[in-house]
């Protein structure tokens, strides 16, 4: 064996060692997905409880039939750019659905969401320019930011404090501002307070962008967090999301004002040098988006469902479809995991580094189909034999 390749594997062992020695490994299983949250897995069918088809539109009739169609008009791939010969006519019609739904003048859709949030800030920030970030922001904000080179500072989750401290003592030695936040967290399900955060981006010309991924089609009546603060929108200028969790497709995009958009298609690297989404997935896209502005009853459950649990569990009332279960320690979260799994609930640990260090948990997520007796067998068991876990 060359001496490189000797050096490169044995790089990777002693990683992959190291990982395994902090609960931090990771591996991939088989997982076959069908129709109200069944799960095919190691030769059984289980309950998910960790998806982010929120809506369970990825399989509903209408959605997968727009797919079909679009893949035999215009075969399984777009073939390059959107800025080449990648524009597949499709397109057109789910941007001007999302800007709608999400009261923007404008969309722009991407590869996927994190592909989005990777093209979006280098185009807008660089060197001489401030990001400040949640800390909880979900790590392809964080790459995006990273990317742009403009400096980048954290600031304490939903803490508009320590964000109005860091744009008093920071706003005025850079050009531009840049305040990012996910609209609904990932791995806690809390809201941004967007009122608050509006305001301050105001006050200090700062521009805000929230990742939506966990807003869109859920809160907000369907339309996402910005809505999810009374009657009108919150004014957020960038509303980035995906196509890819309550949608139940594939893809990500932007929402924010024309001028914007314009300029996106000429400056994000992840849009001009990378391959327009699949004819299918943009159909699918565009079907979800009619059921989602159109069926209010369905955008309602997932977040009821998660009520439904939190309650009989003895948690707090959610304010999204994810309810988190603290555990800590990374083996822990992987022994709740696997007892779950042995009732019949596939409910995946989430460990660090995706969540702090110590606060590796049990990520419940909540769709429209999911079954009231098993939401009520899931809470007691999680009440029983993990929250008030009797002392070993
Ligand atoms: C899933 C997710 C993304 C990435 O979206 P993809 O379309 O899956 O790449 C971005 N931000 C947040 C908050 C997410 O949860």
């Given at each position: 064996m060359p001496r490189s390749t000797q050096s490169l594997d044995d790089f990777a062992r002693a990683k992959l060692d190291d990982l395994e020695a902090r609960g931090q490994r990771r591996s991939l299983t088989d997982t076959a997905r069908g129709p109200a949250g069944v799960a095919h897995r190691d030769g059984r069918d289980v309950i998910s409880?960790?998806?982010?088809?929120y809506l369970n539109l990825s399989q509903h009739p209408a959605v997968k039939q727009a797919a079909a169609q679009a893949l035999e008009t215009?075969?399984?791939?777009?073939?390059?750019s959107r800025l080449v010969?990648?524009?597949?006519?499709?397109f057109g019609e789910l941007e001007a659905k999302l800007a709608r739904l999400k009261g923007a003048e404008a969309a722009l859709v991407f590869g996927t969401g994190y592909l989005a949030n990777t093209g979006i800030i280098p185009s807008l920030m660089r060197d001489g320019d401030l990001i400040l970030a949640d800390?909880?922001?979900?790590a392809c904000l964080v790459s995006g930011a990273r990317l742009s080179g403009a400096r980048v500072q954290m600031f304490r989750h939903n803490d508009m404090d320590d964000l109005a401290a860091r744009l008093d003592e920071l706003r005025n030695t850079a050009r531009h501002a840049l305040i990012v936040t996910d609209?609904?967290?990932?791995?806690?399900?809390d809201l941004a307070p967007l009122p608050q955060m509006t305001a301050l981006a105001r006050a200090h010309d700062a521009w805000l962008m929230t990742d939506d991924a966990h807003g869109l089609g859920v809160v907000g009546e369907g339309r996402g967090s910005s809505y999810a603060f009374g009657p009108g929108k919150m004014d957020v200028p960038l509303q980035m999301g995906t196509l890819?969790?309550?949608?139940?497709g594939f893809g990500g995009y932007l929402c924010a004002s024309q001028p914007v958009i314009d300029l996106l298609k000429s400056r994000a690297r992840t849009l001009v040098y990378s391959t327009g989404l699949p004819p299918a997935s943009i159909a699918a896209a565009s079907a979800a988006l009619d059921i989602i502005e159109s069926d209010k009853a369905l955008i309602e459950k997932p977040v009821a469902n998660a009520a439904q649990f939190c309650r009989e569990a003895g948690l707090p009332a959610p304010q999204s479809p994810i309810v988190p279960v603290l555990i800590g320690e990374e083996n822990a979260a992987l022994a709740a995991s696997a007892m779950l799994l042995d009732e019949g609930y596939l409910v995946t640990a989430i460990r660090p580094p995706t969540v702090?260090?110590?606060?590796?948990r049990l990520r419940i997520t909540f769709m429209a189909e999911h079954a009231p007796a098993d939401i009520s067998r899931l809470a007691v068991i999680v009440r029983d034999r993990i929250i008030r876990r009797p002392a070993a």
């Open positions: 409880f960790c998806c982010n088809d215009y075969g399984a791939s777009s073939g390059a010969t990648g524009n597949n006519p499709l800390e909880l922001s979900h609209g609904v967290f990932s791995m806690d399900g890819s969790k309550a949608v139940g702090p260090a110590g606060t590796a």
